[in-house]
Protein backbone atom coordinates (compact mmCIF):
# COMPACT_ATOMS: atom_id res chain seq x y z
CA UNK A 1 0.00 0.00 0.00
CA UNK A 2 1.36 3.70 -0.91
CA UNK A 3 1.45 6.62 1.50
CA UNK A 4 -1.93 7.61 3.10
CA UNK A 5 -2.65 11.24 1.23
CA UNK A 6 -2.18 14.00 3.70
CA UNK A 7 -4.89 15.88 5.36
CA UNK A 8 -6.05 18.44 3.41
CA UNK A 9 -7.33 21.67 5.22
CA UNK A 10 -9.80 23.92 3.17
CA UNK A 11 -10.57 26.98 4.24
CA UNK A 12 -13.66 28.21 4.01
CA UNK A 13 -16.04 31.52 5.18
CA UNK A 14 -18.86 30.50 7.63
CA UNK A 15 -20.69 32.60 9.28
CA UNK A 16 -21.61 30.04 11.96
CA UNK A 17 -18.12 29.91 12.72
CA UNK A 18 -17.49 33.94 12.93
CA UNK A 19 -21.23 34.15 15.37
CA UNK A 20 -20.00 31.46 17.37
CA UNK A 21 -16.97 32.41 17.80
CA UNK A 22 -17.83 36.19 18.56
CA UNK A 23 -20.49 35.52 21.23
CA UNK A 24 -17.87 33.10 22.76
CA UNK A 25 -15.43 35.79 22.68
CA UNK A 26 -17.61 37.92 24.22
CA UNK A 27 -18.40 35.75 27.05
CA UNK A 28 -14.86 35.24 28.07
CA UNK A 29 -14.86 39.27 28.25
CA UNK A 30 -17.54 39.31 30.41
CA UNK A 31 -16.00 37.02 32.72
CA UNK A 32 -17.00 33.20 31.63
CA UNK A 33 -13.85 31.17 32.48
CA UNK A 34 -15.25 27.66 31.99
CA UNK A 35 -16.81 26.02 28.94
CA UNK A 36 -18.21 22.68 29.13
CA UNK A 37 -18.70 21.33 25.57
CA UNK A 38 -20.81 17.94 24.77
CA UNK A 39 -19.91 16.66 20.73
CA UNK A 40 -22.59 17.33 18.58
CA UNK A 41 -23.35 18.04 14.85
CA UNK A 42 -25.27 21.07 14.75
CA UNK A 43 -23.32 22.81 17.46
CA UNK A 44 -19.55 22.18 16.03
CA UNK A 45 -19.01 25.50 15.53
CA UNK A 46 -19.21 26.35 18.94
CA UNK A 47 -17.07 23.85 20.01
CA UNK A 48 -14.23 24.22 17.57
CA UNK A 49 -14.25 28.16 18.62
CA UNK A 50 -14.15 26.60 22.50
CA UNK A 51 -11.11 24.23 21.16
CA UNK A 52 -9.55 27.56 19.64
CA UNK A 53 -10.59 29.50 22.90
CA UNK A 54 -8.68 26.86 25.36
CA UNK A 55 -5.37 26.65 22.96
CA UNK A 56 -4.98 30.67 23.64
CA UNK A 57 -5.63 30.12 27.20
CA UNK A 58 -8.72 32.61 27.51
CA UNK A 59 -10.93 29.21 29.09
CA UNK A 60 -11.17 25.88 30.69
CA UNK A 61 -12.36 23.68 28.53
CA UNK A 62 -14.44 20.43 29.60
CA UNK A 63 -15.74 17.93 27.04
CA UNK A 64 -18.36 15.13 28.30
CA UNK A 65 -20.14 12.82 25.88
CA UNK A 66 -23.71 12.92 27.90
CA UNK A 67 -25.07 16.62 28.25
CA UNK A 68 -26.61 15.46 31.46
CA UNK A 69 -23.00 15.05 33.48
CA UNK A 70 -22.13 18.57 31.18
CA UNK A 71 -25.25 20.13 32.53
CA UNK A 72 -23.78 19.51 36.10
CA UNK A 73 -20.04 19.48 35.50
CA UNK A 74 -20.80 23.55 34.17
CA UNK A 75 -23.08 23.82 37.82
CA UNK A 76 -20.27 22.62 39.82
CA UNK A 77 -17.77 25.01 38.44
CA UNK A 78 -19.75 27.59 38.56
CA UNK A 79 -20.93 26.65 42.38
CA UNK A 80 -17.08 27.28 43.15
CA UNK A 81 -15.90 29.69 40.95
CA UNK A 82 -19.08 32.16 41.16
CA UNK A 83 -18.82 32.95 38.05
CA UNK A 84 -21.17 31.81 34.90
CA UNK A 85 -20.54 28.56 33.38
CA UNK A 86 -21.40 27.83 29.44
CA UNK A 87 -22.47 24.32 28.60
CA UNK A 88 -22.72 23.75 24.72
CA UNK A 89 -24.79 21.12 23.30
CA UNK A 90 -25.94 20.09 19.99
CA UNK A 91 -29.91 20.33 18.92
CA UNK A 92 -32.62 17.85 19.47
CA UNK A 93 -32.79 15.42 22.47
CA UNK A 94 -29.27 16.83 23.78
CA UNK A 95 -31.07 20.14 25.08
CA UNK A 96 -33.63 18.19 26.99
CA UNK A 97 -30.65 16.32 29.05
CA UNK A 98 -29.60 19.28 30.55
CA UNK A 99 -32.85 19.96 32.34
CA UNK A 100 -32.14 18.64 36.08
CA UNK A 101 -29.23 20.69 35.78
CA UNK A 102 -31.41 23.81 34.68
CA UNK A 103 -33.70 23.21 37.11
CA UNK A 104 -30.82 22.36 40.39
CA UNK A 105 -29.27 26.10 38.70
CA UNK A 106 -32.60 27.37 38.76
CA UNK A 107 -33.98 26.83 42.62
CA UNK A 108 -30.15 27.27 44.06
CA UNK A 109 -29.53 30.29 42.12
CA UNK A 110 -26.38 29.27 40.16
CA UNK A 111 -24.81 30.91 37.03
CA UNK A 112 -25.37 28.85 34.29
CA UNK A 113 -25.35 29.60 30.28
CA UNK A 114 -26.88 27.17 27.82
CA UNK A 115 -25.59 27.62 24.37
CA UNK A 116 -27.78 25.28 22.50
CA UNK A 117 -27.41 24.85 18.56
CA UNK A 118 -29.82 24.86 16.56
CA UNK A 119 -31.63 24.44 12.99
CA UNK A 120 -32.77 27.59 11.31
CA UNK A 121 -36.35 28.77 11.44
CA UNK A 122 -36.44 27.17 7.57
CA UNK A 123 -36.02 23.68 9.07
CA UNK A 124 -38.55 23.22 11.52
CA UNK A 125 -41.83 22.12 11.92
CA UNK A 126 -41.23 19.97 8.68
CA UNK A 127 -39.62 16.92 10.65
CA UNK A 128 -35.88 17.71 9.99
CA UNK A 129 -33.60 15.15 11.44
CA UNK A 130 -33.12 15.88 15.49
CA UNK A 131 -35.15 18.87 15.23
CA UNK A 132 -37.93 19.49 17.65
CA UNK A 133 -38.90 22.93 19.78
CA UNK A 134 -36.05 24.28 21.57
CA UNK A 135 -37.15 27.77 22.56
CA UNK A 136 -39.27 27.42 25.84
CA UNK A 137 -37.72 23.80 26.49
CA UNK A 138 -36.44 25.13 29.92
CA UNK A 139 -40.05 27.31 30.48
CA UNK A 140 -40.62 28.68 33.76
CA UNK A 141 -36.61 28.28 34.93
CA UNK A 142 -34.39 30.87 32.98
CA UNK A 143 -33.68 34.16 34.04
CA UNK A 144 -33.52 34.84 30.42
CA UNK A 145 -33.91 33.07 26.91
CA UNK A 146 -33.42 34.27 23.79
CA UNK A 147 -34.60 32.57 19.81
CA UNK A 148 -31.03 33.94 18.28
CA UNK A 149 -31.52 34.05 14.03
CA UNK A 150 -28.68 32.01 11.92
CA UNK A 151 -26.02 34.90 11.38
CA UNK A 152 -25.37 35.24 7.47
CA UNK A 153 -21.90 37.70 7.45
CA UNK A 154 -24.03 40.74 7.88
CA UNK A 155 -22.36 43.64 9.45
CA UNK A 156 -23.33 44.06 13.02
CA UNK A 157 -23.29 40.89 13.94
CA UNK A 158 -20.39 40.93 15.91
CA UNK A 159 -21.83 43.90 18.27
CA UNK A 160 -24.73 41.94 18.50
CA UNK A 161 -22.94 39.09 19.75
CA UNK A 162 -21.20 41.25 22.26
CA UNK A 163 -24.49 42.66 23.48
CA UNK A 164 -25.80 39.48 23.93
CA UNK A 165 -22.86 37.87 25.99
CA UNK A 166 -23.53 41.07 28.36
CA UNK A 167 -26.89 40.43 28.51
CA UNK A 168 -26.82 36.73 29.26
CA UNK A 169 -23.99 37.00 32.25
CA UNK A 170 -25.50 40.18 33.91
CA UNK A 171 -29.30 37.71 33.68
CA UNK A 172 -27.02 34.48 34.99
CA UNK A 173 -25.71 36.59 38.00
CA UNK A 174 -29.04 38.04 38.86
CA UNK A 175 -28.01 41.76 37.93
CA UNK A 176 -29.19 44.65 36.10
CA UNK A 177 -27.00 46.30 32.67
CA UNK A 178 -25.28 48.06 35.31
CA UNK A 179 -24.21 45.78 37.55
CA UNK A 180 -26.81 46.10 40.46
CA UNK A 181 -28.21 42.88 41.76
CA UNK A 182 -31.94 42.52 40.94
CA UNK A 183 -33.56 40.51 43.87
CA UNK A 184 -36.09 39.09 41.76
CA UNK A 185 -35.60 36.63 40.19
CA UNK A 186 -31.84 37.18 41.46
CA UNK A 187 -28.71 34.65 39.87
CA UNK A 188 -29.84 31.20 37.81
CA UNK A 189 -29.87 29.83 34.56
CA UNK A 190 -29.98 31.48 30.98
CA UNK A 191 -30.60 30.10 27.41
CA UNK A 192 -28.72 30.85 24.14
CA UNK A 193 -30.88 28.99 21.48
CA UNK A 194 -28.33 29.78 18.59
CA UNK A 195 -29.55 28.64 14.95
CA UNK A 196 -27.13 28.13 12.37
CA UNK A 197 -27.03 27.21 8.66
CA UNK A 198 -24.25 25.29 6.86
CA UNK A 199 -21.30 25.34 6.32
CA UNK A 200 -21.49 24.65 9.63
CA UNK A 201 -17.90 25.56 10.50
CA UNK A 202 -14.76 26.82 9.17
CA UNK A 203 -11.20 26.79 10.26
CA UNK A 204 -11.26 29.04 13.63
CA UNK A 205 -7.75 30.97 14.49
CA UNK A 206 -7.13 33.41 17.13
CA UNK A 207 -4.16 35.58 16.83
CA UNK A 208 -3.81 36.41 20.29
CA UNK A 209 -5.39 35.82 23.63
CA UNK A 210 -8.47 37.18 24.89
CA UNK A 211 -8.54 39.70 27.72
CA UNK A 212 -11.72 39.80 30.13
CA UNK A 213 -13.21 43.61 30.58
CA UNK A 214 -13.79 44.91 33.93
CA UNK A 215 -16.98 44.12 34.16
CA UNK A 216 -15.65 40.64 33.24
CA UNK A 217 -13.09 40.80 36.39
CA UNK A 218 -15.75 41.77 38.64
CA UNK A 219 -18.73 38.99 37.30
CA UNK A 220 -18.60 36.95 39.81
CA UNK A 221 -21.71 35.68 42.51
CA UNK A 222 -21.65 36.76 45.92
CA UNK A 223 -22.06 32.92 46.99
CA UNK A 224 -21.51 33.76 50.72
CA UNK A 225 -24.71 35.60 51.24
CA UNK A 226 -22.46 38.99 52.80
CA UNK A 227 -24.50 41.33 50.48
CA UNK A 228 -27.40 40.96 52.64
CA UNK A 229 -25.34 41.89 55.89
CA UNK A 230 -24.00 45.15 53.47
CA UNK A 231 -27.14 45.84 52.44
CA UNK A 232 -28.63 49.48 53.95
CA UNK A 233 -31.83 48.70 53.13
CA UNK A 234 -31.46 45.65 55.99
CA UNK A 235 -34.35 45.17 58.27
CA UNK A 236 -33.67 45.47 61.92
CA UNK A 237 -34.33 42.56 64.51
CA UNK A 238 -35.22 43.73 67.63
CA UNK A 239 -34.42 41.98 70.71
CA UNK A 240 -36.62 40.89 72.97
CA UNK A 241 -38.58 37.30 71.54
CA UNK A 242 -37.11 33.93 72.17
CA UNK A 243 -35.55 33.69 69.12
CA UNK A 244 -33.92 30.78 66.97
CA UNK A 245 -31.59 31.03 63.86
CA UNK A 246 -32.31 28.65 61.39
CA UNK A 247 -29.81 28.42 58.12
CA UNK A 248 -30.71 26.02 55.39
CA UNK A 249 -28.46 25.08 51.97
CA UNK A 250 -27.38 28.31 50.79
CA UNK A 251 -27.66 30.87 54.07
CA UNK A 252 -23.87 31.17 54.10
CA UNK A 253 -21.64 32.81 56.74
CA UNK A 254 -24.16 35.23 57.43
CA UNK A 255 -26.14 33.41 59.28
CA UNK A 256 -23.62 33.16 62.05
CA UNK A 257 -22.51 36.38 62.14
CA UNK A 258 -26.51 37.47 62.23
CA UNK A 259 -26.85 34.55 65.43
CA UNK A 260 -23.93 35.50 67.26
CA UNK A 261 -24.62 39.26 66.68
CA UNK A 262 -28.53 38.71 68.52
CA UNK A 263 -26.94 36.19 71.38
CA UNK A 264 -29.31 33.45 70.19
CA UNK A 265 -29.20 29.60 69.12
CA UNK A 266 -28.24 28.86 65.94
CA UNK A 267 -29.60 25.78 64.19
CA UNK A 268 -27.54 25.34 60.55
CA UNK A 269 -27.69 22.83 58.62
CA UNK A 270 -24.27 20.99 57.24
CA UNK A 271 -24.17 22.25 54.21
CA UNK A 272 -25.49 26.05 55.03
CA UNK A 273 -22.27 27.36 55.17
CA UNK A 274 -23.11 28.31 58.52
CA UNK A 275 -22.22 25.25 60.42
CA UNK A 276 -19.60 26.72 63.12
CA UNK A 277 -19.67 29.15 65.72
CA UNK A 278 -20.80 29.29 69.17
CA UNK A 279 -24.22 28.94 69.32
CA UNK A 280 -24.61 26.15 66.80
CA UNK A 281 -26.92 23.56 68.20
CA UNK A 282 -25.90 20.32 66.31
CA UNK A 283 -28.57 18.17 68.03
CA UNK A 284 -31.55 20.20 67.14
CA UNK A 285 -34.00 17.70 65.97
CA UNK A 286 -33.90 15.41 69.56
CA UNK A 287 -34.20 19.09 71.12
CA UNK A 288 -37.13 19.96 69.22
CA UNK A 289 -38.59 17.06 69.65
CA UNK A 290 -37.70 16.56 73.25
CA UNK A 291 -41.01 17.62 75.21
CA UNK A 292 -41.18 21.04 77.07
CA UNK A 293 -37.50 21.92 75.51
CA UNK A 294 -38.35 23.88 73.21
CA UNK A 295 -41.97 24.76 74.24
CA UNK A 296 -40.77 28.68 74.77
CA UNK A 297 -39.76 29.56 71.39
CA UNK A 298 -41.22 32.94 70.04
CA UNK A 299 -39.66 33.65 67.15
CA UNK A 300 -37.92 31.59 64.26
CA UNK A 301 -35.64 33.06 61.51
CA UNK A 302 -35.06 31.53 58.40
CA UNK A 303 -32.10 31.95 55.86
CA UNK A 304 -31.34 29.68 53.00
CA UNK A 305 -33.96 26.46 51.95
CA UNK A 306 -33.93 24.06 54.81
CA UNK A 307 -34.32 20.74 53.74
CA UNK A 308 -32.68 18.21 55.89
CA UNK A 309 -35.44 17.77 58.38
CA UNK A 310 -39.14 17.33 59.80
CA UNK A 311 -38.70 19.54 62.81
CA UNK A 312 -37.71 22.71 61.13
CA UNK A 313 -40.67 22.85 59.22
CA UNK A 314 -42.79 21.77 62.03
CA UNK A 315 -41.24 25.25 64.06
CA UNK A 316 -41.96 27.12 61.56
CA UNK A 317 -45.46 26.44 61.90
CA UNK A 318 -45.64 26.12 64.86
CA UNK A 319 -48.64 27.72 66.64
CA UNK A 320 -47.51 31.25 68.13
CA UNK A 321 -44.36 31.10 66.88
CA UNK A 322 -43.68 34.19 64.41
CA UNK A 323 -41.90 33.02 61.66
CA UNK A 324 -39.26 35.64 59.42
CA UNK A 325 -37.80 34.21 56.49
CA UNK A 326 -34.72 35.97 54.88
CA UNK A 327 -33.82 35.22 51.13
CA UNK A 328 -31.74 37.80 49.40
CA UNK A 329 -32.90 36.88 46.29
CA UNK A 330 -35.81 34.57 44.24
CA UNK A 331 -39.48 34.29 43.92
CA UNK A 332 -40.11 31.82 45.50
CA UNK A 333 -39.88 32.02 49.36
CA UNK A 334 -39.73 29.03 52.38
CA UNK A 335 -43.15 29.00 53.83
CA UNK A 336 -43.83 25.55 54.92
CA UNK A 337 -47.89 25.22 55.46
CA UNK A 338 -48.04 29.17 53.76
CA UNK A 339 -48.22 30.05 57.29
CA UNK A 340 -44.94 33.02 57.13
CA UNK A 341 -46.02 35.64 57.32
CA UNK A 342 -42.51 38.51 57.36
CA UNK A 343 -40.43 38.21 54.03
CA UNK A 344 -36.87 40.31 53.91
CA UNK A 345 -34.19 40.62 51.80
CA UNK A 346 -31.80 41.45 54.75
CA UNK A 347 -31.93 41.10 58.37
CA UNK A 348 -29.77 42.91 60.82
CA UNK A 349 -29.88 42.19 64.52
CA UNK A 350 -30.65 45.95 66.69
CA UNK A 351 -27.82 46.49 68.72
CA UNK A 352 -28.25 45.05 72.62
CA UNK A 353 -26.27 43.58 75.46
CA UNK A 354 -27.90 40.35 76.31
CA UNK A 355 -28.80 39.67 79.48
CA UNK A 356 -28.19 36.85 81.98
CA UNK A 357 -31.36 35.31 81.31
CA UNK A 358 -31.18 35.88 77.57
CA UNK A 359 -27.25 34.08 77.58
CA UNK A 360 -28.73 30.95 79.94
CA UNK A 361 -31.33 30.32 77.65
CA UNK A 362 -28.88 30.23 74.43
CA UNK A 363 -26.17 28.46 76.57
CA UNK A 364 -28.72 25.91 77.77
CA UNK A 365 -29.52 24.96 74.02
CA UNK A 366 -26.05 24.72 72.74
CA UNK A 367 -24.77 22.72 75.80
CA UNK A 368 -27.59 20.44 75.62
CA UNK A 369 -26.78 19.63 72.38
CA UNK A 370 -22.96 19.00 72.46
CA UNK A 371 -24.45 16.42 75.64
CA UNK A 372 -26.21 14.70 73.27
CA UNK A 373 -23.88 14.56 70.37
CA UNK A 374 -21.27 13.00 72.58
CA UNK A 375 -23.78 10.54 73.75
CA UNK A 376 -23.36 8.85 70.51
CA UNK A 377 -19.90 8.48 70.70
CA UNK A 378 -18.10 5.40 71.90
CA UNK A 379 -15.84 5.74 75.06
CA UNK A 380 -12.38 6.23 74.78
CA UNK A 381 -9.49 5.45 77.17
CA UNK A 382 -7.07 7.98 77.67
CA UNK A 383 -3.62 8.65 76.54
CA UNK A 384 -2.44 9.60 79.78
CA UNK A 385 -3.91 6.47 81.57
CA UNK A 386 -1.16 4.73 83.44
CA UNK A 387 1.48 7.38 82.85
CA UNK A 388 2.83 9.54 85.59
CA UNK A 389 3.95 13.26 85.52
CA UNK A 390 7.09 12.07 84.36
CA UNK A 391 5.73 10.48 80.85
CA UNK A 392 7.04 6.93 82.17
CA UNK A 393 4.44 4.22 82.93
CA UNK A 394 3.34 4.39 86.57
CA UNK A 395 0.78 1.65 85.67
CA UNK A 396 1.40 -0.93 83.32
CA UNK A 397 -2.14 -2.92 83.27
CA UNK A 398 -3.83 0.22 82.85
CA UNK A 399 -1.32 1.21 79.73
CA UNK A 400 -3.00 -2.07 78.55
CA UNK A 401 -6.13 -1.46 78.73
CA UNK A 402 -5.49 1.56 76.65
CA UNK A 403 -3.56 -0.32 74.33
CA UNK A 404 -6.48 -2.56 73.86
CA UNK A 405 -9.29 -0.21 73.91
CA UNK A 406 -7.17 1.89 70.74
CA UNK A 407 -6.82 -1.23 68.79
CA UNK A 408 -10.42 -2.15 69.07
CA UNK A 409 -11.24 1.42 67.55
CA UNK A 410 -8.68 0.53 65.20
CA UNK A 411 -10.51 -2.55 63.82
CA UNK A 412 -14.17 -1.46 64.93
CA UNK A 413 -16.45 -1.76 62.03
CA UNK A 414 -16.96 1.55 59.96
CA UNK A 415 -20.81 2.33 61.08
CA UNK A 416 -22.60 5.49 59.33
CA UNK A 417 -21.26 7.73 62.54
CA UNK A 418 -18.06 7.11 62.23
CA UNK A 419 -17.84 7.80 58.28
CA UNK A 420 -19.33 10.83 58.71
CA UNK A 421 -17.38 12.06 61.60
CA UNK A 422 -14.63 10.66 60.10
CA UNK A 423 -14.46 12.36 56.83
CA UNK A 424 -15.69 15.65 58.70
CA UNK A 425 -12.74 15.88 60.84
CA UNK A 426 -10.17 14.92 57.53
CA UNK A 427 -11.03 18.38 55.83
CA UNK A 428 -9.57 21.23 55.88
CA UNK A 429 -10.26 25.34 54.43
CA UNK A 430 -8.30 24.64 51.59
CA UNK A 431 -10.92 21.04 50.91
CA UNK A 432 -13.94 20.63 49.23
CA UNK A 433 -16.43 18.75 50.47
CA UNK A 434 -19.98 17.31 48.79
CA UNK A 435 -22.43 15.39 49.93
CA UNK A 436 -25.29 13.03 47.48
CA UNK A 437 -28.71 13.30 48.37
CA UNK A 438 -28.70 10.11 50.23
CA UNK A 439 -29.11 9.20 53.96
CA UNK A 440 -25.38 9.32 54.66
CA UNK A 441 -25.78 13.41 54.69
CA UNK A 442 -28.74 13.73 57.24
CA UNK A 443 -26.06 11.43 59.53
CA UNK A 444 -23.55 14.18 59.00
CA UNK A 445 -26.54 16.90 59.73
CA UNK A 446 -27.23 15.33 63.00
CA UNK A 447 -23.75 14.93 64.56
CA UNK A 448 -20.50 16.95 63.03
CA UNK A 449 -19.35 19.39 65.13
CA UNK A 450 -19.24 22.90 63.84
CA UNK A 451 -16.06 24.11 61.61
CA UNK A 452 -15.54 26.21 58.88
CA UNK A 453 -15.33 24.44 55.72
CA UNK A 454 -16.07 24.72 52.37
CA UNK A 455 -19.29 22.33 51.83
CA UNK A 456 -21.45 21.63 48.73
CA UNK A 457 -24.88 19.83 47.99
CA UNK A 458 -27.56 20.48 45.54
CA UNK A 459 -30.42 20.83 47.76
CA UNK A 460 -32.10 23.00 44.96
CA UNK A 461 -34.50 20.62 44.26
CA UNK A 462 -32.24 17.81 46.90
CA UNK A 463 -32.27 15.10 43.83
CA UNK A 464 -29.33 12.68 43.19
CA UNK A 465 -28.83 13.78 39.65
CA UNK A 466 -25.37 14.59 38.53
CA UNK A 467 -23.91 14.45 42.01
CA UNK A 468 -20.49 13.19 40.57
CA UNK A 469 -20.08 15.56 37.69
CA UNK A 470 -21.27 18.52 40.07
CA UNK A 471 -17.90 17.08 42.70
CA UNK A 472 -15.83 17.22 39.57
CA UNK A 473 -16.93 20.13 38.55
CA UNK A 474 -15.75 21.76 41.67
CA UNK A 475 -13.03 19.88 42.14
CA UNK A 476 -11.48 21.38 38.71
CA UNK A 477 -12.31 24.79 39.48
CA UNK A 478 -10.76 24.80 43.32
CA UNK A 479 -7.31 23.09 42.09
CA UNK A 480 -6.96 23.99 38.49
CA UNK A 481 -5.28 27.27 37.57
CA UNK A 482 -7.81 30.09 36.40
CA UNK A 483 -6.90 31.27 32.74
CA UNK A 484 -4.10 33.91 33.15
CA UNK A 485 -3.04 32.75 36.31
CA UNK A 486 -0.31 29.74 36.93
CA UNK A 487 -1.29 28.24 40.13
CA UNK A 488 -4.15 26.03 41.18
CA UNK A 489 -5.53 25.36 44.28
CA UNK A 490 -3.82 22.63 46.67
CA UNK A 491 -6.89 21.36 48.18
CA UNK A 492 -8.63 17.63 47.94
CA UNK A 493 -12.43 17.51 46.80
CA UNK A 494 -14.60 14.47 48.54
CA UNK A 495 -17.82 14.03 47.88
CA UNK A 496 -19.47 11.39 50.29
CA UNK A 497 -22.16 9.66 48.78
CA UNK A 498 -24.58 6.89 48.70
CA UNK A 499 -24.40 3.73 46.31
CA UNK A 500 -27.63 4.58 43.92
CA UNK A 501 -26.30 8.18 43.46
CA UNK A 502 -23.20 6.70 42.34
CA UNK A 503 -25.23 4.36 40.03
CA UNK A 504 -27.56 7.45 39.20
CA UNK A 505 -24.41 9.18 37.56
CA UNK A 506 -21.87 6.20 36.60
CA UNK A 507 -21.74 8.05 33.36
CA UNK A 508 -19.79 11.40 35.09
CA UNK A 509 -16.99 9.38 35.84
CA UNK A 510 -15.64 8.88 32.53
CA UNK A 511 -12.23 11.40 32.11
CA UNK A 512 -11.34 11.54 28.23
CA UNK A 513 -8.55 11.95 26.66
CA UNK A 514 -7.36 15.28 27.29
CA UNK A 515 -9.60 16.27 30.42
CA UNK A 516 -8.73 17.18 33.70
CA UNK A 517 -8.37 14.54 36.70
CA UNK A 518 -8.52 16.47 39.70
CA UNK A 519 -7.40 15.17 43.02
CA UNK A 520 -11.41 13.81 43.85
CA UNK A 521 -12.47 11.21 46.46
CA UNK A 522 -15.64 9.83 46.00
CA UNK A 523 -16.74 7.87 48.77
CA UNK A 524 -19.51 5.69 48.43
CA UNK A 525 -21.36 4.27 51.37
CA UNK A 526 -22.31 1.01 50.15
CA UNK A 527 -25.41 -0.31 51.84
CA UNK A 528 -26.60 -2.35 48.32
CA UNK A 529 -29.67 0.05 47.87
CA UNK A 530 -31.84 3.41 49.01
CA UNK A 531 -31.40 2.58 52.58
CA UNK A 532 -32.88 6.63 53.01
CA UNK A 533 -36.39 5.20 51.87
CA UNK A 534 -36.27 2.97 54.70
CA UNK A 535 -37.30 6.01 56.80
CA UNK A 536 -40.55 6.20 55.17
CA UNK A 537 -43.51 5.39 57.46
CA UNK A 538 -44.84 3.16 54.59
CA UNK A 539 -41.49 0.96 55.17
CA UNK A 540 -43.40 -0.68 58.19
CA UNK A 541 -46.31 -1.75 56.54
CA UNK A 542 -45.97 -2.25 53.00
CA UNK A 543 -44.90 -5.94 51.69
CA UNK A 544 -41.12 -6.12 52.43
CA UNK A 545 -40.83 -7.92 48.70
CA UNK A 546 -42.60 -5.04 47.09
CA UNK A 547 -40.97 -2.14 49.10
CA UNK A 548 -37.78 -3.49 48.57
CA UNK A 549 -38.35 -4.12 45.17
CA UNK A 550 -39.71 -0.54 44.24
CA UNK A 551 -37.97 1.36 46.93
CA UNK A 552 -35.11 0.10 47.79
CA UNK A 553 -34.24 -1.26 44.64
CA UNK A 554 -31.59 -3.54 46.34
CA UNK A 555 -27.99 -3.98 43.99
CA UNK A 556 -24.80 -5.75 43.59
CA UNK A 557 -22.63 -4.16 41.27
CA UNK A 558 -19.16 -4.52 41.44
CA UNK A 559 -17.60 -1.19 42.40
CA UNK A 560 -13.72 -1.75 42.13
CA UNK A 561 -14.28 -3.38 38.33
CA UNK A 562 -16.62 -0.14 37.60
CA UNK A 563 -13.29 2.50 39.09
CA UNK A 564 -11.23 0.12 37.01
CA UNK A 565 -13.31 0.56 33.68
CA UNK A 566 -13.00 4.10 34.19
CA UNK A 567 -9.57 4.41 35.00
CA UNK A 568 -10.08 5.37 38.49
CA UNK A 569 -8.08 4.36 41.51
CA UNK A 570 -9.92 2.07 44.51
CA UNK A 571 -9.53 1.09 47.78
CA UNK A 572 -12.26 -0.55 49.68
CA UNK A 573 -12.60 0.70 53.42
CA UNK A 574 -14.15 -1.92 56.16
CA UNK A 575 -12.44 -0.63 59.53
CA UNK A 576 -11.77 2.43 61.26
CA UNK A 577 -8.20 2.31 60.64
CA UNK A 578 -8.54 1.69 57.00
CA UNK A 579 -11.04 4.32 56.68
CA UNK A 580 -8.58 6.95 58.44
CA UNK A 581 -5.41 5.76 56.17
CA UNK A 582 -7.61 6.28 53.20
CA UNK A 583 -8.91 9.84 54.00
CA UNK A 584 -5.35 10.73 55.11
CA UNK A 585 -3.05 9.19 52.58
CA UNK A 586 -1.78 11.36 49.54
CA UNK A 587 -4.41 11.23 46.55
CA UNK A 588 -2.83 12.18 43.21
CA UNK A 589 -5.89 11.87 41.59
CA UNK A 590 -9.38 10.44 40.84
CA UNK A 591 -10.42 7.77 43.19
CA UNK A 592 -13.63 5.71 44.35
CA UNK A 593 -13.87 4.82 48.16
CA UNK A 594 -16.58 1.92 48.97
CA UNK A 595 -17.19 1.91 52.71
CA UNK A 596 -19.75 -1.27 53.22
CA UNK A 597 -22.31 -0.60 55.60
CA UNK A 598 -25.16 -2.39 57.21
CA UNK A 599 -28.78 -1.46 56.11
Known amino acids: MGDAEPRRVVTRRSPASDAATALLGALVREGVRDVVVAPGSRSQALALAAAELERVGAIRLHVRIDERGAGFLALGTAVESGRPAVVV ?26 CSADRPVELRGIRSNQTT ?38 AALGRDASGDPVPHPGPGPVHLNLQYREPLSAVVALDEPLRPSLRG ?6 ADGAGAAASVDAAVIEAGPRTVVVAGAGAGPYAEEFARAGGWP ?52 RDGVEAIVVAPWGSEWYNPGRTVRRFERAVRAADHAPTPEERGWTGRWVRASRMLVDEGLPPVASVRDGIDETGHVSDFAAQREYMRAQ ?35 RDADRAVPGRRITVHANRGLAGIDGTVATALGIAIASQSPAPGTSAGGSGVTRALIGDLTLLHDVGSLLLGQGESRPRIQVIVGNDGGGTIFDALEVAGSAPPEAFDRVQFTPQQVDLAALAAAYGWGYVRVTTRGELDEALTGRIDGPQLVEVPLER
Open 133 to 170: VQPGIFAGAMRLERDVAAPDGSAGESDAATRLAREAVD
Open 89 to 114: TTSGTAVANLHPAVLEAHHAGVPLIV
Open 217 to 222: EQAVLD
Open 266 to 317: LIAEVTSRAHFGPNLVVAYRELLREPGFGDDVERVIVFGHPTLSREVPALVQ
Open 407 to 441: LAVVRAPVTRRMLVDALWAATWPHDRLVFGASRLI
